[in-house]
């Protein structure tokens, strides 16, 4: 049973570039957030997909946008990159039907801003 | 506003002592408060949970304490060995599984 899979794993971009990252949820779940975690901090609520919508947002601009595909799936794009998005953004996946159950975590995705 | 304070920030002790971690939440309403452990360059894994209408939970060496009142929440690491040195994340639940997190607490664990 293959866990939370992310790509890729490593990036590197410039400043005002647009960069997508990608996620597939554990097997049997439909409900994908994403999270920020900055250099020796917390991992920060971005936002959450379920049935293809946003359900919940956190405190993240515009520019950070997402999606949801049928498979539960789920992209998370960042436009014009800023320097401080460099970052590991992880992805997790649970089940929606319910506000409980543990949250799964991908590897992550290490965006670097040059 | 949602916020979780972690203390300490960093944390070392010799083997075999143990290890606790504190975590303050704000929202009452969060009722899940899991803490994860992130080895270098890995994902956070769960390592124990605790649910708002429980007071304490122990798996082994490891244990979690909550305290509603006071909105206080700790985890307890006993005979502590070098393989338990780690950042360790404690979280607050709100919303729909949303987690907020603590800054991470660095523990080394010293042969």
């Known amino acids: 049973d293959a866990g939370v899979t992310q790509s890729p794993t490593h990036l590197i971009k410039t400043r005002g570039q647009q960069v997508t990252l990608r996620c597939s949820p554990k097997s049997g779940h439909d409900t994908v957030s994403w999270y920020q975690q900055a250099l020796g901090q917390g991992p920060q609520f971005i936002f959450q997909y379920y049935e293809e919508e946003e359900r919940q947002r956190g405190n993240f601009p515009d520019r950070f946008s997402g999606h949801q595909y049928p498979n539960y799936s789920s992209e998370l794009n960042v436009n014009a990159l800023l320097l401080g998005d460099s970052a590991l953004y992880l992805c997790?996946?649970?089940?929606?039907?319910?506000?409980?159950?543990?949250?799964?975590f991908g590897e992550g995705s290490r965006l670097t801003v040059l | 506003g949602e916020n979780v304070e972690q203390h300490p920030s960093t944390l070392s002790v010799q083997e075999g002592d143990s290890a606790v971690i504190k975590c303050t939440y704000s929202d009452s309403a969060s009722n899940y408060f899991p803490w994860y452990k992130q080895e270098l360059g890995k994902r956070p894994q769960l390592i124990i949970d605790i649910r708002s209408n429980v007071g304490e939970k122990k798996d082994q060496r490891i244990a979690v304490t909550l305290n509603k009142t006071a909105k206080h929440f700790s985890l307890h690491i006993t005979e502590t060995q070098p393989e338990d040195s780690a950042v360790y994340f404690c979280a607050a639940r709100r919303g729909y599984n949303k987690l907020i997190f603590g800054a991470g607490t660095r523990l080394a664990v010293h042969p």
């Open positions: 997790a996946s649970s089940f929606g039907g319910t506000n409980t159950g543990e949250l799964f």
